[in-house]
């Protein structure tokens, strides 16, 4: 009898749970990353120069979280995290070359929502397997992925072709010599294929990853586009590569941004807002590009708070707050509180089991928390005990408001976030008893790299040579 009420009580809840869905059994899930997005580049966190009023009215939307971190301070170990739902100690592939591959038998999100019924489509810069390796994406869930596989291909805009399911896609008039010359702008191709995916699978449910490119790259935009229009005055030349740097990455944000208001425009005529997770952030801390004597944080910068005058320290690549904390923005009208902000504590291996929990999915082995009561408003949260990363001779890890940080060289330094968010307070002498177990935990975190195979480094090195300066022998 307690077996058949215990049935009973779980059908019920099902029952309820399943009436609260939209129409669709699963919802849609769109996961938008963009390349180096700084936390404060964007209007809505008060920067004056850069133009993003569809990012903006996202936000105003949806839930922002501002305790967001990235998986890892460098692009391709920050998929990884995201993509399988471990952090930097367990992951396959910590490095960050452009080509190294997770393991051919690792699930990942788009495995784990294709056990649902989901079409899986991927756009942008892959970044955790070059072709010929054992971690591309068709490998790995997905039924289609279109852009750059290998990250150093990523660094042209112009590339002589982009690949889909490791297939070569020739784009046309790009001779792939050039940062800054060619027919065909490889985001403007990337982006009309994420909107034909959305279209062809509006009417069953779809995983639409979106790991765009921009704002990061060495900046080449067509002379028409209309972004660029809008900066190509500005008089905004000095500690740049090139007269334009600044400018084409403002036009870059704004091209971006249009891009995600096509997006939303495009979920509404099908009729699809309401049945849509989306999800927006950046990928890690951002970059003091064109820094000068004026603008010592970078011409825009992405981790000076314009409100406060607080900086993150450092930023890509470190393990300080300036290389992990991200924007992260999630909306889903109807379900989560328009206009909302959390300070609830995640990272990209909390994607997975939210994902996981949402559809009732079986989840893979993660370090990961689902946050879905926080999106959803409902239900106690379950908090992380510790967040850890490593990379290139460094290591975090963050209890509550407790960070220990050690570098190449020097000791372990400690930092009380919640009264030092720039961290330049070394307390590790004045905190022994809470520096020590912090270290234990950190140690205990890590696991030998167990990395995936290469097969063909001949096609890698193709791949890789469609960015000028690989092709011209410069770093």
């Given at each position: 009898m307690?077996?058949?009420?215990?049935?009973?009580?779980?059908?019920?809840?099902?029952?309820?749970?399943?009436?609260?869905?939209?129409?669709?059994?699963?919802?849609?899930?769109?996961?938008?990353?963009?390349?180096?997005?700084?936390?404060f580049e964007s209007g809505h966190m008060g920067h004056q120069e850069l133009l993003t009023p569809n990012i903006d009215r996202f936000a105003g939307e949806g839930m922002r979280f501002t305790n967001a971190y990235?998986?890892?301070?460098?692009?391709?170990?920050?998929?990884?995290?995201?993509?399988?739902?471990?952090?930097?100690?367990?992951?396959?592939?910590?490095?960050?070359?452009?080509y190294s591959p997770i393991r051919a038998e690792e699930p990942t999100l788009a495995s784990m929502l294709k056990t649902k019924g989901y079409a899986t489509g991927g756009f942008g810069k892959w970044g955790i397997g070059g072709r010929g390796t054992s971690g591309v994406p068709e490998k790995h869930g997905f039924d289609l992925f279109f852009g750059y596989y290998d990250q150093v291909h990523a660094h042209t805009f112009y590339p002589a072709y982009l690949v889909r399911n490791s297939?070569?896609?020739?784009?046309?008039?790009?001779?792939?010599?050039?940062?800054?010359?060619?027919?065909?702008?490889?985001?403007?191709?990337?982006?009309?294929?994420?909107?034909?995916?959305?279209?062809?699978?509006?009417?069953?449910?779809?995983?639409?990853?979106?790991p765009w490119t921009p704002p990061h790259g060495l900046w080449g935009i067509d002379a028409d586009d209309?972004?660029?229009?809008?900066?190509?005055?500005?008089?905004?030349?000095?500690?740049?590569?090139?007269?334009?740097?600044?400018?084409?990455?403002?036009?870059?944000?704004?091209?971006?941004?249009?891009?995600?208001?096509?997006?939303?425009?495009?979920?509404?005529?099908?009729?699809?807002?309401?049945?849509?997770?989306?999800?927006?952030?950046?990928?890690?801390?951002?970059?003091?590009?064109?820094?000068?004597k004026e603008r010592p944080h970078g011409f825009f910068a992405p981790n000076?708070?314009?409100?406060?005058?607080?900086?993150?320290?450092?930023?890509?690549g470190s393990l300080y707050e300036g290389g992990l904390k991200v924007p992260y923005l999630v909306r889903w009208p109807g379900r989560i509180k328009a206009g909302s902000v959390?300070?609830?504590?995640?990272?990209?291996?909390d994607v997975m089991p939210t994902l996981a929990a949402l559809i009732q999915a079986e989840c893979p082995k993660t370090d990961g928390l689902s946050f879905l009561p926080t999106l959803m408003n409902s239900g106690a949260q379950q908090l992380h005990d510790t967040l850890y990363w490593e990379y290139a001779g460094q290591t975090a890890i963050r209890q509550k408001?407790?960070?220990?940080?050690?570098?190449?060289?020097?000791?372990?330094?400690?930092?009380?976030?919640?009264?030092?968010?720039?961290?330049?307070?070394?307390?590790?002498?004045?905190?022994?008893e809470r520096l020590k177990p912090l270290i234990t935990l950190a140690k205990a975190a890590h696991e030998p790299v167990k990395p995936g195979k290469v097969f063909d480094r001949v096609l890698i090195e193709k791949d890789r040579r469609q960015a000028p300066h690989q092709r011209n022998g410069k770093k």
């Open positions: 307690k077996r058949t009420a215990a049935i009973s009580s779980l059908a019920l809840f099902i029952g309820i749970t399943l009436q609260a869905l939209p129409a669709k059994s699963q919802p849609n899930v769109i996961y938008l990353m963009l390349d180096e997005w700084g936390y990235a998986g890892s301070p460098v692009c391709g170990p920050t998929r990884c995290s995201l993509l399988t739902g471990l952090h930097a100690g367990h992951m396959s592939m910590r490095v960050n070359d452009g297939e070569e896609v020739p784009l046309a008039g790009n001779p792939g010599t050039s940062f800054y010359e060619g027919e065909t702008h490889a985001q403007i191709e990337i982006f009309k294929a994420s909107m034909k995916f959305i279209r062809e699978n509006k009417d069953r449910p779809f995983f639409c990853y979106l209309p972004s660029w229009q809008l900066f190509k005055d500005k008089p905004w030349t000095a500690g740049q590569r090139t007269q334009n740097d600044a400018k084409v990455y403002a036009a870059f944000m704004h091209m971006v941004d249009r891009q995600i208001g096509e997006v939303l425009a495009l979920l509404k005529e099908l009729a699809l807002d309401k049945q849509t997770l989306f999800f927006l952030c950046g990928d890690n801390g951002g970059q003091d590009y064109f820094k000068t000076l708070n314009p409100k406060t005058g607080e900086r993150f320290r450092k930023g890509k959390s300070d609830h504590l995640l990272y990209c291996p408001n407790w960070k220990a940080y050690k570098g190449r060289k020097g000791d372990w330094e400690l930092f009380d976030l919640a009264k030092d968010i720039e961290e330049k307070h070394n307390i590790a002498a004045d905190h022994p």
